[in-house]
């Protein structure tokens, strides 16, 4: 019984020393020195440690400092270009409407988004550091994913915006209204912030036996919970109710909506009026695009793409990102004459 009893823990061992060399062998060799110096040995399996370790760029460590140089441009047209945005809306009486505190709502999710993620994507690459507490972590997932679901929420507003302007013209100021306006945002945030505050909170009574090494530039709600040794089943079908509550029932109400819109706009018999109306709605549906195209390549990449390169899931979690603040102002600039006009008075001046 003895002898059955020491063979057990034998193989215990050495199946727990095969795994951890397992998972030292998918990441990079610089991150295997990393976690050689800041951490015993095996010590992945110590609940005491609170330090994560976030990825990079697989392989790709030599060419930081020059990977640091677009992203850094990247992250500057972010915040500069929702910023210019913001600050046009709010200086010229024009475009005190509903449609652009909307596009406004739409610019200050965006410049968030970006200063949740830029102190650790440019920590990173800067060679600054690659360590994230498990409090700063569940911070920044509070906030990436609350400020996603805020985005959906935006996108729908502003197309019912769209259907409330083209299906009923006249009425359009007395339904949204400036205070309607205020409770819609409101509510945006209410659905946004306080629903994933449960499983967020749960997250840091979990048990991380796990390698504390992330797979992304920055925490991502998925990418801790695979770490945790809990019970994780709560978060598992509250994180995938939440998705189909929000992102999914938004998607379909916003197809919804332009289908409304394209039935509104056909009933006008001359096709120059028919064009006008649509017109208005290019940026708004170029928005939901580049919003929702990059959410479903990076669903797409985790679920059926496992068989390749870990750059691909870093590149296309950076994608789903910093592709939608970044483009949205240019968006919005180039097809909204109001924005285009005083954008070009600055500048002529």
């Avoid at 652009?100 to 060679?127: E, K, Q, R």
């Avoid at 994933?196 to 390698?211: D, G, N």
């Avoid at 496992?306 to 296309?316: F, N, Q």
């Amino acid at each position: 019984m003895n002898s059955v009893l020491l063979l057990t823990l034998l193989l215990y061992e050495k199946i727990s020393c095969l795994n951890v060399t397992y998972q030292m062998d998918v990441i990079s060799d610089s991150q295997k020195k990393h976690l050689k110096l800041s951490m015993p040995p095996f010590s992945a399996h110590d609940t005491n440690s609170s330090i994560f370790l976030l990825t990079g760029f697989p392989g790709l460590e030599r060419e930081y400092p020059w990977l640091s140089i677009p992203f850094f441009s990247i992250y500057t047209m972010v915040l500069s270009g929702n910023c210019l945005v913001l600050h046009v809306i709010r200086t010229e009486p024009s475009l005190h409407q509903p449609m652009f505190y909307f596009l406004a709502m739409l610019a200050l999710t965006d410049l968030c988004m970006g200063l949740s993620t830029v102190h650790t994507v440019l920590g990173i690459l800067w060679g600054l550091s690659q360590e994230v507490s498990l409090d700063a972590c569940i911070a920044q997932i509070y906030f990436i994913h609350g400020l996603s679901f805020t985005e959906s929420g935006v996108l729908l507003t502003m197309a019912f915006d769209r259907f409330t302007a083209i299906y009923n013209p006249l009425r359009y100021t007395s339904i949204l209204t400036n205070a309607r306006v205020i409770k819609i945002g409101l509510g945006i945030l209410v659905r946004s912030f306080i629903l994933i505050i449960a499983p967020i909170v749960r997250l840091k009574f979990f048990h991380y036996c796990h390698l504390h090494v992330l797979s992304h530039s920055f925490c991502l709600h998925q990418d801790l919970l695979r770490l945790a040794c809990s019970d994780i089943r709560f978060n598992s079908f509250y994180a995938l109710a939440l998705v189909i509550c929000t992102l999914l029932l938004d998607s379909i109400l916003i197809l919804v909506s332009y289908i409304l819109i394209l039935h509104s706009v056909l009933a006008i018999a001359s096709q120059e009026e028919q064009l006008k109306p649509l017109q208005t709605c290019v940026s708004h549906i170029s928005a939901v695009l580049v919003f929702y195209i990059p959410v479903i390549g990076l669903t797409m990449v985790h679920r059926f793409g496992k068989h390749l390169s870990p750059v691909i899931h870093v590149l296309m979690g950076n994608i789903y990102i910093i592709f939608p603040p970044l483009v949205n102002p240019i968006i919005y600039s180039v097809k909204t004459p109001q924005i285009r006009g005083r954008i070009k008075k600055w500048f002529s001046m």
